[in-house]
């Protein structure tokens, strides 16, 4: 499941200003910052994020909620990282691989899984952490 490209616009413009103001705080919420590949902007993105190991190392699973056609993702990835801020500790995230939901939950942290493993969605991202 995804949802809507419509709720995506209108989240864009009217919730993620919100979940801006505490996403880098509360789990499973962060914030993903980037910046744009064309324009050189900085953005902050709000995502449901998850403690993960990816491929023996720290990382993180982020659920693509909208699919893996995301400008966020697609900067980051031109980019080759970026920033998340999370339980309001800022570090690096590198290395951005989509899988499918099925593939990250056993990497995601155990106290995390069982929630993981029963959202809706069909896709995640992996990131592994940099300082």
Known sequence: ???????????????NPIQRRWAGWLPPFATIEHVGRRSGKPYRTPVNAFEATVDGKPGVAVVLTYGPDRDWLKNLKAAGGGRMRRRAKTFGIADPRVVSMAEAAPQVAAGWRPIFARLPFESAVLFTRTS
């Open 1 to 15: 499941m995804q949802f809507p490209q419509q709720l995506a616009r209108f989240n864009r413009h009217v919730t």
